[in-house]
């Protein structure tokens, strides 16, 4: 019986931003843009910039050092942003889940940009907590975050599921004992999920 549905953001409720902006300033800069994305992403994770240890502008400072970019930390912050776009037919389910009687929460390894992007676009109402990386201190990298969410939220791990686009993160919940699906399409998402309980459908 699943009683929490954990909802990753980037590639799940939006547009993965975070990977096709560091893409697209890769290609600007003339690098080789999966070379880039590694440099980042690893930078991310290895210098706590996802777990609250460093800001944007040091972040930042640190990738123009290690990769030769130029561009102003606005414009980088920028290339990312406006590429998380978010889905409203996800909303729509987190709504039809809501209605089911399932609580929701957003379970994402994400910085301060998800504040200013859900500032832009008012959905973080929809849920029940916010669960960001930034300011928890740590990572689905972690499995200790996925014991800390499921007793924050006062549920049992089987009584969890996460939605998330790694398939790395779901392993590690489900080795933690939440249940899991891998997004990876409209369609199987949400077929997958009328397995694991009833949606109602709006008839208007």
């Known amino acids: 019986m699943i009683k929490v549905v954990f909802f990753d953001f980037g590639g799940v409720l939006a547009e993965e931003g975070f990977r096709e902006g560091l893409l ?18 690893d930078l991310t994770f290895n ?5 609250g240890k ?5 972040y930042w400072q640190m990738l123009r050092e290690k990769t030769g970019i130029h561009a102003s930390n606005d414009a980088l912050t920028h290339e990312v942003l406006s590429r998380f ?3 409203p037919w996800m909303l729509d389910i987190v709504k039809k889940v809501k209605q089911a009687g399932i609580r929701v929460a957003i ?3 994400q910085t301060t940009w998800l504040d200013e992007f859900a ?3 008012g959905f973080f109402q929809l849920f029940e907590r916010i669960f960001n990386s930034y300011y928890i201190g740590m990572c689905k990298r972690d499995l200790a975050l996925f014991d800390y969410v499921v007793a924050e ?3 049992k791990p089987e009584e969890a599921l996460l939605v998330d686009d790694n398939q790395g993160n779901i392993e590690r919940a489900k080795q933690r004992g939440l249940q899991g699906i891998i997004f990876q399409s409209k ?6 999920l009328k397995g694991k309980f009833p949606l109602h459908e709006n008839h208007q």
């Open 24 to 41: 697209a300033i890769a290609r600007q800069h003339g690098l080789d843009p999966q070379e880039f994305l590694k440099t980042a992403v």
């Open 54 to 58: 460093i800001d944007g502008k040091i």
């Open 107 to 109: 379970l994402s390894d």
């Open 187 to 192: 369609e199987a998402f949400e077929s997958e």
């Open 153 to 155: 939220m006062g549920v």
């Open 47 to 51: 210098h706590g910039f996802v777990t």
């Open 85 to 87: 776009t978010i889905r």
């Open 119 to 121: 500032k832009n676009y």
